[in-house]
């Protein structure tokens, strides 16, 4: 066993504090401060910015490709070999904290300045990235930045989304300076390895801090359009309405009665998005929108929720004269994690004397694209309050993100030094 690096902690939380000040609000819900930071905005910016710099002051050499993915490299011994790559995101949801994906990102500088201050050198490239909307809040595709680079998703597709505004995703990268000239489908890594809080209960629970990651569920994100006929809230009897707003609520409950039913597996439904059509007090409904998120381990399962939602829709203009038609937002199958980039961090975090556990992740990461191009894994840091996250509530403790850098660090460097991946645990 070789000597064991440590991160240093204070300097990895004052980062994180420093990053949640760029796009900070006041949460009137929670009255805590919250980070709203969507992808290609001002504050993106100006925190990629931010991060940027952190990464040359830790002499890192950046590049960005053209779909505004940024990469930092330091240079391995044999520079000619595949890097070790590990990173995350900086955006975050409109109501987001101070931890989601910014962990994976600054824990990653950290690494590289703790084997700076070392003066460690590695047979591999090291390289930390931070991919383009990962969240999809704003341009309604998540993982955008990494599936592109994975090649699930093609540049052009990516190029022409476009926001509630109509700004295309091309325009953003222009309009920021993002707009990188790097080829987005980069060299394939020896391995990637991302550090992100659970965003779950499952650590605490468990009074562990880190977690190695098994994997990701597969996530279905459908949009619902209904059709229905305004019409006079006084005079409208009843039986003569097409009101698509309670055609929504119908859909709403049956999602919740497929995931109680136990028919899905252990099928999670969310309705996060509605808009109802005109939008008036006195004016039946004659349109509403919504999304609709499926989460499954089992995509089996989830097939079969999927048909049976599809169904339930085909049934509503008999129900309520209310048309529905469903479009596909995004699509991803569950993930398995590569056996042997797992049993390393498990190895590591062994040596480093940190209990874990093994884990699936709830939530869609940049990992679950990467996944297809390289040996991936993650690993997961305990969050406070039933690891709740997506809102300013969403806190991990100074200790808890110091012994996730830290298992990061010795699992990168291991890896950096491997000439073969089966050798590195
Ligand atoms: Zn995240």
Known sequence: MSELIRVDRDRLWGDLMRLAQIGAYDDVPTGLRGVRRLALTDEDAQARRQVIEWMREAGLVVRIDRIGNVYGRRAGTDDSLPCVLMGSHIDTVTSGGAFDGTLGVLGGIEVVRALNDRGLSTLRPIEVGFFTEEEGVRFGVDMLGSAVTAGRLALE??????????????????????????????????????CHIEQGPILAAAGVDVGVVTGVQGISWQRLVLRGAAAHAGTTPIEHR????????????????????????????????LSIEPGSTNVVPSGATMTIDMRNPDDVAMMAAEAALAAFVAELPGKYGVTGSLERMAKTFTVRFDADVRA?????????GLPYVHAMSGAGHDAQEIAAICPTAMIFVAGENGGISHTPREYSNPTACGNGADLLANSIFRLAQASRLAQAS
């Open 157 to 194: 597709y990516a190029h022409k989304l476009t926001d509630d505004e109509g700004a295309s995703v091309a325009d953003e990268l222009i309009r920021t300076g993002f707009d990188g000239q790097e080829a987005e489908r980069r060299p394939v890594p020896f391995a990637y390895i991302e």
């Open 242 to 273: 097409q009101d698509a707003g309670v055609a929504a609520a119908a859909v709403i409950l049956e999602l919740r009665r497929m995931c109680e039913s136990g028919r899905f597996g252990q099928l999670r439904g969310t309705v996060g998005k």
């Open 344 to 352: 390393l961090i498990a190895a590591t975090a062994d040596d480093l």
